[in-house]
């Protein structure tokens, strides 16, 4: 048993962080607290072996969960481990932080190098046939999703965002969505003119008062007015993006977070200033920006010729 893992926990509660990361930390100090007991190690006789060690588990037999026998064949990615190092260190950082005597500096748990993946991002053209891909008028599943759809390209929302959305954060009138998003950051959101119409009508065409924005119209009704059982899950908006991309024949891999890639990518493909995408990304700097842009080979092809300061030449 690692010392103070429950103090630790609450501290993370107590700093604001979701109920989601604060579970995953709890899974990662529970794989190297299983890692330590096989190994035979005590946690006050740590070293940087020890983390070299733990890095080749961590590679040969994935420490996806704590549940001894639960294992993956598959190799797990460099960022999948990282994770669990980051987790570590921050860990390490805490018991410091409370006078405890740790035995290994933070920082001498160190990431692996991985390559950035950049995801690909569909054509514009492409994206558009998506988007349209929903009958709205078949039935009030494809209404809700056409509204998802619109939203998640037009805002670059994440998708806990997204299925955490009531009804009373959505103001139709101004076109604005008030939402809590990562770190319990409070931002204000604008709409266009056609995100805001398709989710007025979809708001319009249910006849509930579940509180929850999206939620699901088949199985067994939630008997509680704020309806949080009906409460679409990123799981099921996953789903929807993946049905919608096969419906109209996408070529490539699409998921939510595609969308928000498009977002940023198309608006820094028109030249939009990326200070204002800061903002609507609620990332802490522009450093965090980068990642969901990928630039399309015309573009990138076309950026030198037409803001190099030389001249181009007379033909």
């Known amino acids: ?20 990361t604060v579970r ?21 006789r740590i070293n940087k072996q020890t983390i070299t060690s733990y890095k080749a588990y961590l590679a040969s037999r994935g420490g996806k969960t704590a549940k001894p026998g639960n294992h993956s064949d598959k190799q797990p990615a460099p ?20 006078d405890y005597p740790c035995p290994l500096a933070p920082e001498a748990v160190e990431n692996l190098k991985a390559a950035p993946k950049r995801p690909q991002v569909p054509d514009f053209k492409d ?9 709205p ?11 998802i759809l619109e939203i998640l390209f037009n805002t670059g929302l994440r998708v806990s965002e997204l299925v955490s959305l009531n009804r009373d954060q959505v103001h139709l009138e101004r076109k604005q969505l008030g939402l809590k998003g990562k770190g319990n950051k409070i931002r204000i959101l604008f709409l266009s003119g056609t995100v805001a119409q398709w989710i007025g009508c979809y708001m319009q065409s249910r006849r509930d008062h579940f509180e929850p ?12 007015r704020s309806g949080e059982k009906m409460r679409l899950t990123p799981r099921s908006i996953q789903r929807i993006v993946t049905r919608y991309a096969e419906r109209c024949g996408l070529p490539i891999k699409a998921t939510p977070q595609t969308l928000r890639h498009c977002f940023a990518t198309y608006l820094i493909e028109e030249a939009a200033n990326p200070v204002p995408l800061q903002v609507l990304f609620s990332h802490e ?5 980068t990642r969901y842009v990928h630039t399309s080979d015309e573009y990138t092809e076309e950026t030198p010729s037409t803001y190099h300061p030389i001249p181009k030449p007379d033909r």
């Open 24 to 44: 995953n930390y709890k899974g990662y100090l529970e794989v190297f607290s299983r890692f330590l007991h096989e190994s035979h190690i005590p946690f006050d």
């Open 127 to 135: 994206l558009i046939r998506l988007i349209e891909a929903p009958s």
């Open 213 to 224: 924005l999206f939620i699901r119209h088949s199985g067994k009704i939630d008997s509680r």
């Open 285 to 289: 700097s522009l450093d965090g920006i």
């Open 79 to 98: 960022c999948t481990i990282n994770y669990k190092l980051i987790g570590l260190r921050v860990y390490l950082r805490y018991l410091i932080g409370i």
């Open 1 to 20: 048993m690692l010392p103070h893992i429950d103090d630790f926990l609450a501290s993370l509660q107590a700093s604001h962080y979701s109920p989601l």
């Open 137 to 147: 008028g078949a039935n009030i599943m494809e209404l809700r999703d056409k509204a």
